[in-house]
């Protein structure tokens, strides 16, 4: 998921003296992100029955792969992928991420018409067309039992039908919905830059609850147990009691954020416009370690792929940084040509990310040592999804590509 935030000038003032909240707040929209502590072993999330499609191989249905937004595959990818089709749109761009399931693409582009595209050919299955004067999307969607939930720039929330298109229901807030939604139960919840968190019935779209935090909110909600967790522009990580909607806990991270909390365990990993990184132990509720480029001290706008080995991360700083998720210590960094506001995708113990280079990269996991490329042209803001074999990733050149195994 992308953030249209202004650039910030670079902050380089030392983590223990971390700039005001109040000037970063001002000077952007949000865009952080953070990371957890070390006690428990990070694993793989394991599905609920909440939320057991997310860890099905055959499915990406939410912005992060799973409700934890880990950002890992549990599928399979060949480690040459081959391009197997692309699907321009004229004039059109797109900033969002692209959700799979059941062999279907999900996207919106940024001129308001959202697309199902075939995963194995490529050919459109459906478009959803709001008509003349249409805001567009640049919130990856969500689908769960054969419906599409999906935000606008307007700050419409839709459920569509997967299958045909067709408009359900629709929600309004009052502000930019850049929050793809996830799930609680029989819920669907997402954020928008109004500051409010919505939880709705899926089925029908009757508010549950809401809640609100003192600026807007960019991030996806991550869900773990009965909990949701929303890096805030207003420069905190919010602990959400999933069952009334209530706050039971904050964590004071310095500086607004956009990006999608991962989580494991009692670890949450993101980072921030004020270009740190944070690990946070949410049952804690403080941090366990924090990184930042001092030199640069770009923002960080990325969401985190996180691993047991590694939690991995891209900056404006144009450069793929890799981490232990316990100690915080450096694993290895690569720099591309372009910035890094694409969210990587781990599968099979490889990396897979955007950058605005207009390149896609692949990584071992490991090592850090580039392993496949291409070349796609204009910038790649939104980030892959892996699902069935295939690797979908959308540029704001208006084309959507897909890569996999040899034809």
């Known amino acids: 998921m992308s953030l249209n935030i202004p650039n910030l000038p670079a902050t380089k003032a030392a983590v223990e003296a971390i700039w005001s909240l109040a000037l970063l707040t001002a000077l952007a929209g949000c865009g952080n992100r953070m990371v957890a502590e070390t006690d428990p072993a990070i694993s793989r999330p394991a599905a609920s029955a909440d939320n057991s499609s997310s860890s099905d191989q055959s499915q990406w249905p939410v912005f992060r792969g799973n409700a934890q937004a880990t950002g890992v595959s549990a599928g399979h990818l060949t480690e040459q992928p081959e391009l197997q089709w692309k ?166 991270i310095h500086s607004p954020t956009g990006c999608t909390p991962a989580a494991s365990g009692n670890l949450i990993y993101f980072g921030t416009e004020g270009g740190t990184f944070f690990s946070v132990n949410w049952k804690e509720l403080k941090s366990a370690w924090m990184w930042q480029d001092k030199a640069k001290g770009l923002s960080i706008r990325a969401s985190a792929a996180l691993t047991p080995q590694a939690v991995v991360f891209g900056g404006r700083d144009k450069t793929v940084h890799a981490r232990d998720p316990q100690t915080g210590e450096k694993l290895w960094d690569f720099a591309t040509k372009g910035r890094v506001d694409s969210s990587p995708v781990v599968v099979d113990e490889r990396v897979y990310v955007g950058s605005a280079d207009g390149r896609v990269y692949g990584f071992d996991l490991k090592s850090g040592q580039p392993v496949w490329q291409y070349e796609a042209g204009g910038a790649l803001v939104g980030s892959p999804a892996v699902a069935e074999g295939r690797l979908v990733i959308a540029s704001d050149a208006g084309v959507v590509y897909c890569f996999g195994d040899k034809k």
């Not at 054969?146 to 502000?175: H, N, R």
């Open 87 to 252: 699907y321009p749109v004229e004039k059109g761009a797109f900033e969002a991420t692209p959700v799979i399931v059941d062999s279907t693409v999900y996207i919106g582009d940024m001129d308001g018409t959202f697309y199902a595209l075939d995963l194995q050919s490529g050919a459109k299955r459906w478009t959803f067309d709001k008509g003349k004067d249409k805001a567009g999307f640049t919130a990856a969607a969500a689908v769960r039992d054969a419906v599409v939930y999906i935000g606008d720039m307007d700050g419409t929330f839709f459920c569509l039908d997967a299958k045909t298109g067709e408009k359900k229901w629709e929600a309004t807030s009052d502000g930019e919905i850049d929050s793809a939604a996830n799930f609680y139960q029989g819920n669907v919840l997402f954020g928008s830059q109004d500051t409010t968190l919505y939880c709705l019935n899926a089925k029908t779209g009757q508010r549950q609850w809401t809640h609100q935090i003192g600026d807007q909110i960019r991030c996806s909600p991550t869900v773990i147990e009965d909990c949701c967790f929303l890096a805030g522009c207003d420069g905190k990580l919010h602990v959400i009691d999933l069952h009334h909607g209530e706050e039971t806990g904050a964590v004071d």
